[in-house]
């Protein structure tokens, strides 16, 4: 294998997450952006979940987990990007507030977000309960707002990296739903640095759908 093959899926937060670190961290590989309704036997066949994002390596070793990707990254690129984006005094906390948006804030938000699939007379409870969550990241990025704004400590790291594509899909929901006051000064200028930094235009490159008939694409785009 000549190229470290990513599968992914555009508007997927956790393949979004792991695009960031790739391309912060300047790696390049192939991309190829399946079709989630039509997925690639390779990729059923080497992923416990079947899903995106799913990383290959050039020796053939598979990484499943988004959040190994991203780690994977910071360890390839430099090993001095580890200690920047997740250093060791920091770990704990950045790894509780991953966790925190993985699972609670996650679950909640595929129930608002696509209440029709799910129980639709709790679409309210569950936007709640993303509100609450929202409202205590707000609080600590307001008491590091002399820090400029980052979830965990005074400088950013990977639990910035890992969470605002959620946010971002949140921001979406409500805006589609009508919903006015999801957000505070400090957790919208956060996100806006993320939508505004201009790798975001490369990590949200659109590509065709992959099959074995295309031609290879390199993340990032040419």
Same mark, same amino acid.
């Given at each position: 294998? &000549? ?6 899926? /555009? ?10 670190? %790739? *391309? ?5 590989? =192939? %991309? /190829?952006?399946?079709?989630? #309704?039509? &997925? ?14 799913? +990383?290959? +390596?050039?020796?053939? =070793?598979?990484? *499943? ?12 690129? !430099?090993?001095?990007?580890? !200690?920047?984006?997740?250093? *060791? ?6 790894? #509780?507030?991953?966790?925190? !948006?993985?699972?609670?804030? &996650? ?12 129980? @639709? ?9 993303? @509100? ?6 707000? =609080? ?6 002399? *820090?400029?704004?980052?979830? $965990? ?13 959620? $946010? ?8 589609? @739903? ?6 505070? &000064?400090?957790? @919208?200028?956060? %996100? ?13 490159? #659109? ?16």
């Amino acid at each position: 294998m &000549k190229e470290h093959i990513l599968y992914s899926f /555009r508007r997927c937060p956790y393949a979004m997450r792991a695009r960031w670190a %790739l *391309q912060i961290c300047c790696i390049e590989m =192939e %991309l /190829r952006e399946i079709d989630l #309704k039509n &997925k690639p036997l390779d990729l059923v066949q080497r992923s416990r979940s079947q899903t995106v994002p799913l +990383l290959i +390596l050039k020796n053939g =070793e598979t990484i *499943q987990d988004s959040l190994d990707i991203v780690i994977w990254a910071l360890n390839t690129s !430099n090993p001095s990007k580890v !200690n920047e984006f997740f250093g *060791q005094k920091n770990r704990p906390a950045i790894m #509780k507030i991953i966790e925190e !948006n993985d699972n609670s804030f &996650k679950f909640h938000l595929d129930r608002f977000k696509y209440s029709s699939r799910y129980d @639709q007379s709790k679409k309210y409870f569950h936007y709640k309960n993303c @509100q609450k969550l929202i409202n205590k990241w707000n =609080e600590i990025l307001a008491k590091n707002s002399l *820090q400029k704004n980052w979830l $965990v400590g005074p400088n950013e790291s990977i639990a910035d990296w890992c969470i605002w594509p959620f $946010v971002r899909q949140f921001k979406i929901a409500c805006e589609s @739903q009508r919903i006015k006051g999801y957000f505070e &000064k400090p957790i @919208q200028e956060w %996100l806006n640095y993320y939508i505004e930094h201009p790798s975001f235009s490369i990590v949200m490159h #659109k590509y065709k759908t992959w099959n074995n008939t295309n031609i290879m694409v390199k993340f990032p785009v040419d």
